[in-house]
């Protein structure tokens, strides 16, 4: 019984000092003045789900979370949220956040267990709420993985230049992109 109690204990602590560290993260990724937002999406995920069915996209959606979930933590990042074939990821470094990006179209890309990759990346303000962000910089990083092609990944001009000289991944083939619900066109450039 002793043995029990004092198991259930250590697993309380070890509770309690993953909350404690998940609250001092958030309030930390709060503070930021300019994060960058990483979202990624699988290419043809709803042909796929009507071809082999729910149980089968579920699974493979599942390993989509999985994997960039290991890549995000790889590049100093934190995977804000999943929505079904997509996610969502803050970094605070946007020369990493760049690196995430190249990675995941290599990484998630190239598997024959997961669909195409496209992903955009975008920097600036946003408003911490909960666990969520929300704002333009947010919609941005969304709109722009909207745009990519499958296995590409659009980076903003803002995030270009908030990684200055830290970029490890080439880029060309810049271009004004018309994001929906935004008045004026966002400059990016693909990675290489």
């Known amino acids: 019984m002793i043995e029990v109690v004092a198991a259930s204990g250590a697993g309380l602590a070890l509770l309690l000092l993953g909350a404690a560290l998940a609250t001092r993260r958030r309030r930390s990724m709060g503070r930021h003045p300019a994060p960058t937002f990483v979202f990624a ?13 729910d ?39 946007a020369g990493a956040a760049v690196a995430l990006a190249a990675r995941a179209v ?3 890309g190239t598997r024959a267990d997961l669909l195409p990759v ?27 993985a909207g745009e990519a092609l499958p296995n590409e990944a659009l980076v903003s001009a803002a995030t270009r230049a908030a990684a200055g000289g830290r970029l490890t991944a080439a880029l060309d083939d810049r271009r004004e992109i018309s994001l929906r619900g935004l008045s004026a066109t966002v400059a990016a450039w693909r990675l290489a």
Not at 67 to 91: E, F, P
Not at 118 to 144: F, S
Request: glycine share 14%.
């Open 106 to 108: 290599e990484d998630v």
């Open 55 to 93: 149980e089968a996209a579920a699974a493979l959606a599942g390993e989509f979370r999985r994997t960039m979930c290991a890549l995000s933590r790889a590049h100093g990042a934190w995977q804000v949220k999943s929505m079904g074939d997509g996610v969502m990821i803050w970094a605070p470094d």
């Open 118 to 144: 496209r992903v955009g990346v975008h920097t600036g303000p946003a408003v911490m709420r909960g666990c969520d962000w929300y704002g333009g910089a947010v919609n941005v990083a969304a709109r722009l």
């Open 41 to 53: 999406d699988l290419a043809g995920y709803t042909t796929l789900t009507e071809q082999r069915g």
